[in-house]
């Protein structure tokens, strides 16, 4: 006995179009393609014009090899990113370690919901890049300052999404449990954790595009180092290859972050590896 | 002989959205026997699963009581298991892992819960799927593991929530007759609940029927006095049922 | 396999195949329907019925063979066809009216025109009532009959059902069907029901096309010469039905 | 009847517990400033906040603007680029979830541009635009523009394959379908994007306001810092923290209304 229906949704994915112009022309890759290149050729023409005072992508990536060998500010372009890259780790790790616990406590438990919850809902609406003033105040303009403002980022969206991942549990999955003769550690355990886990990783892939932000904005305000100083420097030295090969780099680092994340979580959750995201 | 399950006035009353003060069932007292497959037949709305899970221990009820054994149920316990009218598996695991999960509760050794899990994966037919999840079964399949999973933690009595709702017509007389199959297999008291009345008469020693809307009350109770496996074109079947119908109102 | 010779031919189906790749899902269909006439389906689980639907009303191209309406090929755009799920497909943010409206505003109906029809059929299924209520505020069988009245209202050249009255439970389908025999009767559609069970396949249709496991062939036709209203405990009744179940069991 | 009205208590020990919660927060903050536990350059306390909030009110010294001058123009800035966020992201991600063409042309460049912090603009926005308004709006569109176009796009993509069946069926024509069914069962969708895309927006008017700036709540906070003031760095993330959630109340009122209107 199979699931006839899906077998049929694959075969009609699988069924064969003949080649035309018109079936080539429509092909979502090669659109893909065209709107690469016309947006490199655009961005070409503009900077060669000398419009909007951009640096043609020619350009913009020479400089960013150029950097890979050449130190600027005593490092070269790949001691930058781990320099950036550096400081979301920890202030990541920190984050999501006290956050994703805290959210997952305050869902669990109403006496700590009770207490912690409107405390944090007066930080909630703050955005952690307004903690950067507060941050340099504390911490001077050195390293534990932009690891704070990373660890602030990331602890909130950490909290909302675990406890949110454990509100939105269907509560006859715990019925299941107590049928069973389990007890209320077991419900946690067998239950709360695994059923909240995709939504602990929803939380993490949006503190990590936080954390982005925040040590951008930390190191665009003070920084000798990472990828928003060079952007910085860029602008400063009026070097729009700079500026935009930082933002490229930037860009495609950012990616990578987040493809990983999503690599650890097919990982530790292989019963989702069969469900179709978008 | 002594029923297995009592039930003596049962009436619920639920809170809903924090201020509605929802009647759900009124008055129902009825006995199970030892051994009975006894079918719980009644419309969407009339608070048969509320019943269901009341005997289960998982709701108490605002009157009345329920006795097993001639002893109050006061919670859930290992001694009855519930199925699920929407399956209600571990989205997490595997059909193995679905179905050892109450042994594993119990702390039952890695080695021995395999072999009693196995047994009931294969019971239900579902041999060569242990590894599967529950996403990659369709709806038959995964009530099988429902199914499995209620029968392996070895209960007494066998709870059933309107569990083949979601099937269409030909895989629910597929899964009825396995149900038979697997019930004459391993002999419990079944409580089944259902609104389909082909259902109620394919496999119930007895029928009890509750009034459509809410609060569920009792209505009648029938005798099927047909010998087994049944015929769903038998002409008894067919008249037995039109004696349900014309005695069933109808809710639009 | 032909109606009876005396109706005149509405729909043809001619050799319809197809194809996925090397897999071989519908295999050289070929039947008519007569006007008005109303025709069951029955099959057992897994047997294609999906891709049958989808091919006949052209959400998927056939790879061989046609399907003709009046001896012309059949086309969504210039026919009437019209179609109820099995799921419920009223849109929840429209009324009850406006989702019986909903396939003649697509069909372009003239704005008197499509406001007398809907009163009409309004009245006739009995939805006068709650026409101004959404689709969450009424019942499963409720939206089941709204979507059955947006298929007659449109004049439907052929009209298809997917198991419509799938989950209901029995008195309600029993009221249901009622009401569709009595909608066809007086709106006079080609009707072609497909459903899984096998009870209501005999007890709403006049011919029953029996389908065959993959690849789908037409294994056997069975005619329903009851008069109406049928009965479920007529002995007659009964020897078609057990005869049907025979003909597709696989339990 | 079934149904009756009843009132249920909801135990008060919770209540009490959070009341009690925050005191203590506010209590401890102001004992730790006053007792000198944290010095005074660093941190503020609560009574000196207040202090500096009420003669900000109609001040406009040390900082060039009084506080309703500051929250204007970052209200300003955000409302305006929230907007346009709307208005150009919703069309563009229903097209993308609708027109296979449009989604080929324009996916790649969203996929681009999507994973480049907002922030990391503020260079070219100050080439482009200067320090004015306009630098700003930029930053904060591009920030809250990604949410509404994912979510009307994810929103297209979630109608019900049998809904657009049901459709196909009737003939109605792709536009027919996009306009009669994508769009409404999109509706939904697209409100869950008013929050999140307010977030984002709030989170990076700061960050622009912080580096690009003469006036606004995040010029503030920052003005605080160089001026070694923490009451005035306190009293601007306070501000921040209001304004954000005084937003986040009228788009949530704003959103249940929209919602209640197609759901009844």
């Given at each position: 006995?199979s699931?006839?229906?899906?077998?049929?949704?694959?075969?009609?994915?699988?069924?064969?179009?003949?080649l035309?112009?018109?079936?080539?022309?429509?092909?979502?890759?090669?659109?893909?393609?065209?709107?690469?290149?016309?947006?490199?050729?655009?961005?070409?023409?503009?900077?060669?014009?000398?419009?909007?005072?951009?640096?043609?992508?020619?350009?913009?990536?020479?400089?960013m090899?150029?950097?890979?060998?050449?130190?600027?500010?005593?490092?070269?372009?790949?001691?930058?990113?781990?320099?950036s890259?550096?400081?979301?780790?920890?202030?990541?790790?920190?984050?999501?370690?006290?956050?994703?616990?805290?959210?997952?406590?305050?869902?669990?438990?109403?006496?700590?919901?009770?207490?912690?919850?409107?405390?944090?809902?007066?930080?909630?609406?703050?955005?952690?890049?307004?903690?950067?003033?507060?941050?340099?105040?504390?911490?001077?303009?050195?390293?534990?300052?932009?690891?704070?403002?990373?660890?602030?980022?990331?602890?909130?969206?950490?909290?909302?999404?675990?406890?949110?991942?454990?509100?939105?549990?269907?509560?006859?999955?715990?019925?299941?449990?107590?049928?069973?003769?389990?007890?209320?550690r077991?419900?946690?355990?067998?239950?709360?954790?695994?059923?909240?886990?995709?939504?602990?990783?929803?939380?993490?892939?949006?503190?990590?595009?936080?954390a982005?932000?925040?040590?951008?904005?930390?190191e665009?305000?003070?920084?000798?180092?990472?990828?928003?100083?060079?952007?910085?420097?860029?602008?400063?030295?009026?070097?729009p290859?700079?500026?935009?090969?930082?933002?490229?780099?930037?860009?495609?680092?950012?990616?990578?972050?987040?493809?990983?994340?999503?690599?650890?979580?097919?990982?530790?959750?292989?019963?989702?590896?069969?469900?179709?995201e978008? | 002989?002594?029923?297995?399950?009592?039930?003596?006035?049962?009436?619920?009353?639920?809170?809903?959205?924090?201020?509605?003060?929802?009647?759900?069932?009124?008055?129902?007292?009825?006995?199970?026997m030892?051994?009975?497959?006894?079918?719980?037949?009644?419309p969407?709305?009339?608070?048969?699963?509320?019943?269901?899970?009341?005997?289960?221990?998982?709701?108490?009820?605002?009157?009345?009581?329920?006795?097993?054994d001639?002893?109050?149920?006061?919670?859930?316990?290992?001694?009855?298991?519930?199925?699920?009218?929407?399956?209600?598996?571990?989205?997490?695991?595997?059909?193995?892992?679905?179905?050892?999960?109450?042994?594993?509760?119990?702390?039952?050794?890695?080695?021995?819960?395999?072999?009693?899990?196995?047994?009931?994966?294969?019971?239900?037919?579902?041999?060569?799927?242990?590894?599967h999840?529950p996403?990659?079964?369709?709806?038959?399949?995964?009530?099988?593991?429902?199914?499995?999973?209620?029968?392996?933690?070895?209960?007494?009595?066998?709870?059933?929530?309107?569990?083949?709702?979601?099937?269409?017509?030909?895989?629910?007389?597929?899964?009825?007759?396995?149900?038979?199959?697997?019930?004459?297999?391993?002999?419990?008291?079944?409580?089944?609940?259902?609104?389909?009345?082909?259902?109620?008469?394919?496999?119930?020693?007895?029928?009890?029927?509750?009034?459509?809307?809410?609060?569920?009350?009792?209505?009648?109770?029938?005798?099927?006095?047909?010998?087994?496996?049944?015929?769903?074109?038998?002409?008894?079947?067919?008249?037995l049922?039109?004696?349900?119908?014309?005695?069933?109102?109808?809710?639009? | 396999?032909?109606?009876?010779p005396?109706?005149?031919?509405?729909?043809?189906?001619?050799?319809?195949?197809?194809?996925?790749?090397?897999?071989?899902?519908?295999?050289?269909?070929?039947?008519?329907?007569?006007?008005?006439?109303?025709?069951?389906?029955?099959?057992?689980?897994?047997?294609?019925?999906?891709?049958?639907?989808?091919?006949?009303?052209?959400?998927?191209?056939?790879?061989?063979?046609?399907?003709?309406?009046?001896g012309?090929?059949a086309?969504p755009?210039?026919?009437?066809?019209?179609?109820?799920?099995?799921?419920?497909?009223?849109?929840p943010?429209?009324?009850?009216?406006?989702?019986?409206?909903?396939g003649?505003e697509?069909?372009?109906?003239?704005?008197?025109?499509?406001?007398?029809?809907?009163?009409?059929?309004?009245?006739?299924?009995?939805?006068?009532?709650?026409?101004?209520?959404?689709?969450?505020?009424?019942?499963?069988?409720?939206?089941?009959?709204?979507?059955?009245?947006?298929?007659?209202?449109?004049?439907?050249?052929?009209?298809?059902?997917?198991?419509?009255?799938?989950?209901?439970?029995?008195?309600?389908?029993?009221y249901?069907?009622?009401?569709?025999i009595?909608?066809?009767?007086?709106?006079?559609?080609?009707?072609?029901?497909?459903?899984?069970?096998?009870?209501?396949?005999?007890?709403?249709?006049?011919?029953?096309?029996?389908?065959?496991?993959?690849?789908?062939?037409?294994?056997?036709?069975?005619?329903?010469?009851?008069p109406?209203?049928?009965?479920?405990?007529?002995?007659?009744?009964?020897?078609?039905?057990?005869?049907?179940?025979?003909?597709?069991?696989?339990? | 009847?079934?149904?009756e009205?009843?009132?249920?208590?909801?135990?008060?020990?919770?209540?009490?517990?959070?009341?009690?919660?925050?005191?203590?927060?506010f209590?401890?903050?102001?004992?730790?400033?006053?007792?000198?536990?944290?010095?005074?350059?660093?941190?503020?306390?609560?009574?000196?906040?207040?202090?500096?909030?009420?003669?900000?009110?109609?001040?406009?010294?040390?900082?060039?603007?009084?506080?309703g001058?500051?929250?204007?123009?970052?209200?300003?800035?955000?409302?305006?680029?929230?907007?346009?966020?709307?208005?150009?992201?919703?069309?563009?991600?229903?097209?993308?979830?609708?027109?296979?063409?449009?989604?080929?042309l324009?996916?790649?460049?969203?996929?681009?541009?999507?994973?480049i912090?907002?922030?990391?603009?503020?260079?070219?926005?100050?080439?482009?635009?200067g320090?004015?308004?306009?630098?700003?709006?930029?930053?904060?569109?591009?920030?809250?523009?990604?949410?509404?176009?994912?979510?009307?796009?994810v929103?297209?993509?979630?109608?019900?394959?049998?809904?657009?069946?049901?459709?196909?069926?009737?003939?109605?024509?792709?536009?027919?379908?996009?306009?009669?069914?994508?769009?409404?069962?999109?509706?939904?969708m697209?409100?869950g994007?008013?929050?999140?895309?307010?977030?984002?927006?709030?989170?990076?008017?700061?960050?622009?306001?912080?580096?690009?700036?003469?006036?606004?709540?995040?010029?503030?906070i920052?003005?605080?810092?160089r001026?070694?003031?923490?009451e005035?760095?306190?009293?601007?993330?306070?501000?921040?923290?209001?304004?954000?959630?005084?937003?986040?109340?009228?788009?949530?009122?704003?959103?249940?209304?929209l919602?209640?209107?197609?759901?009844?």
């Amino acid at each position: 006995m199979s699931n006839t229906i899906a077998d049929e949704i694959v075969h009609h994915v699988k069924e064969r179009q003949p080649l035309t112009i018109w079936s080539v022309l429509g092909n979502e890759y090669f659109l893909y393609c065209v709107s690469f290149i016309s947006f490199l050729l655009i961005w070409h023409f503009i900077a060669a014009a000398g419009l909007l005072g951009l640096a043609t992508p020619e350009a913009t990536i020479k400089e960013m090899i150029r950097l890979m060998s050449v130190k600027l500010a005593g490092k070269n372009l790949f001691g930058h990113i781990w320099a950036s890259s550096r400081r979301i780790l920890i202030g990541f790790a920190i984050g999501a370690a006290t956050g994703l616990p805290l959210g997952l406590f305050m869902a669990l438990n109403r006496y700590v919901n009770a207490i912690v919850k409107p405390v944090f809902d007066l930080f909630k609406p703050m955005p952690p890049i307004a903690w950067i003033s507060i941050s340099i105040l504390w911490f001077g303009i050195g390293e534990p300052s932009k690891v704070f403002i990373i660890v602030i980022g990331s602890f909130v969206p950490c909290v909302l999404n675990a406890y949110a991942g454990i509100r939105i549990i269907d509560p006859e999955l715990y019925d299941v449990i107590r049928v069973l003769g389990g007890n209320r550690r077991q419900e946690i355990f067998y239950v709360s954790f695994p059923a909240a886990l995709p939504a602990l990783f929803a939380g993490i892939q949006i503190s990590m595009s936080v954390a982005w932000t925040c040590v951008l904005a930390a190191e665009l305000v003070s920084s000798r180092s990472g990828l928003g100083w060079i952007i910085i420097r860029g602008m400063k030295l009026t070097k729009p290859e700079l500026v935009l090969g930082g933002m490229a780099v930037i860009a495609i680092v950012a990616w990578i972050f987040s493809a990983a994340t999503s690599g650890i979580e097919k990982l530790l959750c292989p019963w989702k590896r069969g469900i179709k995201e978008l | 002989m002594t029923p297995k399950i009592v039930c003596e006035n049962i009436s619920k009353f639920f809170i809903q959205k924090g201020k509605q003060r929802v009647h759900v069932l009124e008055d129902i007292s009825l006995e199970v026997m030892n051994n009975e497959f006894l079918v719980i037949l009644g419309p969407g709305q009339s608070g048969k699963s509320t019943l269901l899970r009341i005997i289960a221990g998982l709701e108490t009820p605002t009157q009345g009581r329920v006795l097993k054994d001639g002893k109050e149920i006061t919670g859930p316990g290992q001694d009855r298991g519930l199925v699920f009218q929407s399956y209600m598996l571990f989205f997490w695991r595997t059909v193995m892992g679905n179905v050892e999960i109450g042994l594993k509760l119990r702390g039952v050794e890695k080695k021995e819960r395999r072999k009693i899990a196995q047994h009931y994966i294969n019971l239900v037919g579902l041999e060569g799927f242990e590894k599967h999840f529950p996403h990659q079964l369709s709806g038959g399949m995964k009530q099988r593991v429902g199914i499995a999973r209620a029968y392996a933690n070895n209960p007494e009595i066998m709870l059933l929530d309107e569990p083949f709702g979601q099937l269409d017509a030909q895989t629910r007389m597929f899964m009825e007759k396995e149900t038979e199959r697997i019930w004459q297999t391993e002999k419990k008291t079944v409580i089944f609940v259902t609104n389909n009345i082909d259902e109620a008469i394919y496999l119930g020693d007895r029928i009890v029927t509750l009034k459509g809307k809410l609060p569920g009350r009792m209505d009648a109770i029938y005798d099927v006095p047909l010998p087994r496996p049944r015929e769903h074109t038998d002409l008894e079947f067919v008249e037995l049922r039109q004696m349900i119908t014309d005695k069933s109102e109808l809710v639009l | 396999m032909g109606a009876s010779p005396d109706r005149r031919v509405k729909i043809q189906v001619k050799n319809l195949t197809k194809r996925f790749g090397d897999l071989l899902v519908l295999n050289n269909i070929s039947f008519d329907v007569a006007d008005g006439e109303f025709i069951s389906i029955v099959g057992p689980t897994g047997c294609g019925k999906t891709t049958f639907l989808n091919t006949l009303t052209k959400l998927i191209p056939a790879t061989e063979g046609s399907i003709l309406i009046d001896g012309k090929e059949a086309d969504p755009k210039t026919h009437n066809l019209a179609f109820v799920f099995q799921e419920p497909t009223c849109l929840p943010w429209r009324t009850v009216r406006d989702n019986v409206a909903f396939g003649m505003e697509v069909k372009g109906f003239p704005k008197d025109k499509l406001e007398e029809r809907l009163e009409y059929i309004l009245k006739l299924v009995g939805l006068s009532d709650c026409a101004n209520l959404y689709p969450n505020q009424i019942s499963a069988s409720m939206v089941q009959r709204v979507a059955v009245a947006r298929a007659f209202a449109v004049e439907p050249d052929l009209l298809l059902m997917d198991e419509p009255y799938g989950q209901l439970d029995v008195k309600l389908r029993y009221y249901l069907e009622d009401e569709l025999i009595r909608l066809w009767e007086t709106l006079k559609a080609t009707v072609i029901f497909v459903t899984h069970n096998i009870e209501e396949a005999v007890y709403v249709a006049e011919r029953i096309l029996v389908l065959s496991n993959k690849p789908t062939t037409i294994k056997a036709e069975v005619h329903v010469d009851l008069p109406r209203p049928r009965s479920l405990v007529d002995p007659k009744f009964i020897e078609i039905r057990k005869k049907v179940t025979e003909l597709i069991r696989w339990w | 009847m079934p149904y009756e009205e009843v009132k249920v208590k909801q135990p008060i020990i919770f209540k009490i517990l959070a009341i009690l919660s925050l005191l203590t927060f506010f209590g401890v903050w102001e004992f730790i400033v006053d007792a000198g536990i944290v010095p005074s350059t660093m941190l503020a306390a609560p009574s000196k906040v207040a202090i500096l909030f009420v003669k900000k009110l109609t001040q406009a010294n040390p900082d060039g603007a009084t506080l309703g001058a500051h929250a204007w123009m970052s209200a300003k800035e955000a409302v305006t680029a929230y907007v346009l966020a709307i208005i150009v992201g919703v069309p563009l991600g229903l097209f993308m979830g609708w027109f296979k063409v449009v989604r080929g042309l324009a996916r790649p460049i969203f996929e681009m541009i999507r994973p480049i912090p907002p922030i990391a603009w503020i260079p070219l926005c100050i080439f482009w635009f200067g320090i004015g308004i306009w630098g700003k709006v930029y930053i904060i569109w591009i920030a809250g523009i990604v949410p509404f176009t994912i979510n009307s796009w994810v929103g297209v993509n979630m109608t019900d394959p049998a809904l657009i069946q049901m459709a196909r069926t009737y003939g109605a024509t792709d536009w027919q379908i996009f306009t009669k069914i994508c769009i409404p069962s999109a509706l939904p969708m697209i409100f869950g994007a008013l929050q999140i895309s307010l977030a984002y927006c709030w989170t990076n008017l700061v960050g622009a306001e912080l580096l690009a700036a003469d006036k606004g709540l995040g010029f503030l906070i920052e003005m605080g810092r160089r001026l070694a003031m923490p009451e005035m760095v306190v009293l601007g993330m306070v501000c921040v923290g209001i304004g954000g959630a005084l937003i986040g109340i009228v788009v949530d009122v704003l959103e249940r209304r929209l919602l209640a209107g197609i759901r009844r």
